[in-house]
């Protein structure tokens, strides 16, 4: 069964820097490319970022360009977003999304880790 | 950006009627690179439809996409329980790829 499985979610003050992980299983990570998508609770859904099975096409949100950060370890079958200077408007749960056919179909989701950014 | 606008938004209807869902888009979307997810409470969105008219893995043919251009639906034929939901387009033809704000289809 394929299956990702979000972490590292949490309360952070604004400012602040978070990791999140998203650990791959059922299917071999280095073959998709992959995407952060993020939910305000309540609200709609933004795109955050993409990157390629090879890292080499990496794409950001203007809303979080220059502060998070995606990255892949094929060999860990796992996924990661690092952000930094953490804003209020960041709070959100984070979905590790895997494309279906071509980048920005999000074919499968996980179950979403939430960040909360709050003095 | 391609802004995406939803109607309505929210759908009170009956199991058995029909739904339409319209996503209109604030220009032309490339070769119909439009996608429709399914959310329930609690859950992630399930990939419903793609390239505007392709039904994903497991969904039932009451679903059915349709539309080009700035203009584009979600029909459910005959509502079963489990299709009440929020529904959410999605256009992947430009950077940055964007959603709609939703529309809710509750039960009436």
């Known amino acids: 069964e394929v299956q990702l499985v979000e972490s590292g979610g949490g309360l952070v003050q604004p400012g602040g820097s978070l990791r999140l992980s998203c650990a791959a299983s059922g299917f071999t990570l280095s073959s998709s490319s992959m995407n952060w998508v993020r939910q305000v609770p309540g609200k709609g859904l933004e795109w955050v970022s993409y990157i390629s099975s090879s890292s080499i096409s990496i794409n950001y949100a203007d809303s979080v360009k220059g502060r998070f950060t995606i990255s892949r370890d094929n060999a860990k079958n796992s996924l990661y977003l690092q952000m930094n200077s953490l804003r209020a408007e960041d709070t959100a749960v984070y979905y590790c999304?895997?494309?279906?056919?071509?980048?920005?179909?999000?074919?499968?989701w996980g179950q979403g880790t939430l960040v909360t950014v709050s003095s | 950006e391609i802004v995406l606008t939803q109607s309505p938004g929210t759908l009170s209807l009956s199991p058995g009627e029909r739904a339409t869902l319209s996503c209109r888009a604030s220009q032309s979307v490339s070769s119909s690179y439009l996608v429709w997810y399914q959310q329930k409470p609690g859950q992630a969105p399930r990939l419903v439809i793609y390239g505007a008219s392709s039904r994903a893995t497991g969904i039932p043919d009451r679903f059915s996409g349709s539309g080009s251009g700035t203009d584009f639906t979600l029909t459910i034929s005959r509502l079963e329980p489990e299709d009440f939901a929020v529904y959410y387009c999605q256009q992947y033809g430009s950077s940055p790829w964007t959603f709609g704000q939703g529309t809710k289809v509750e039960i009436k």
């Open positions: 999304v895997r494309d279906f056919l071509r980048g920005g179909i999000f074919g499968v």
